[in-house]
């Protein structure tokens, strides 16, 4: 059974600019989260989608957003972006919403100039 | 505030020793750990997890230990291998909530 998948695996932008990251369960996983992981924060929830629907959101600013699509491949968005938004973005899926197992993919390193 | 950390962000061992990665709760309304393995250009992977009502949880290789007194957990990885050097999250699965909370991380060397 494939792993997460998460595309693209990295990426430069410049400050300002907006940036789609997407996340591909492992099949038949229906839950997906989100988080930020920095050197100096470690690993961040961000938000977690489940049928479609966000179930679950961390601390962070309006700027970051995800939705989740019928086949329960996400998305997250992050707007306006800042020199602070460098990091590595990663999703996890799981079967159920509440599911402790989280399989990781092995992330977007984002780079913002 | 509540966090999860840990006390060493480094630890090197030699190879063959047993490793012993330490890490301190504050929220005590938590009620399951996990011990998370990441290698350089990967996610996370899952080591082995422990529920708060036990204290102890053995796996291959790898024990790890749970004391609710003093809010501390550990992960003992026995005759650590150079495949071990990676930095280790535990993290923290609180009641009412369903994501995850991660300490940052420690980082192990295995010197061959």
């Known amino acids: 059974k494939a792993g997460v998948t998460q595309t693209p695996r990295y990426l430069i932008k410049t400050r300002g600019q907006q940036v789609t990251l997407s996340c591909s369960p492992i099949s038949g996983h229906r839950s997906v989260s989100w988080y930020q992981q920095t050197p100096g924060q470690g690993l961040q929830f961000l938000f977690e989608y489940f049928s479609e629907t966000q179930r679950n959101k961390g601390n962070f600013p309006g700027r970051f957003s995800g939705r989740q699509f019928s086949n329960s491949r996400s998305e997250m968005n992050v707007s306006t972006l800042e020199l602070g938004d460098s990091a590595l973005y990663l999703c996890a899926s799981t079967l159920l919403t509440g599911s402790y197992e989280q399989y990781f993919g092995p992330g977007t390193r984002l780079t913002v100039t | 505030g509540e966090s999860v950390g840990l006390h060493l962000p480094t630890l090197s061992v030699q190879e063959g020793d047993n490793s012993i990665i330490n890490c301190a709760y504050s929220n005590s309304a938590s009620d399951y750990f996990i011990w998370y393995k990441q290698e350089s250009g990967k996610g996370p992977q899952f080591i082995i997890d422990?529920?708060?009502?036990?204290d102890k949880r053995q796996g291959q290789r790898v024990t790890v230990l749970l004391n609710k007194t003093v809010k501390h957990l550990s992960l003992q990885i026995a005759a650590t291998q150079p495949g071990d050097s990676a930095v280790y999250f535990c993290a923290e699965k609180r009641t009412g909530a369903n994501n995850l909370f991660f300490g940052t991380g420690t980082r192990l060397t295995v010197i061959p």
């Open positions: 422990i529920r708060s009502n036990m």
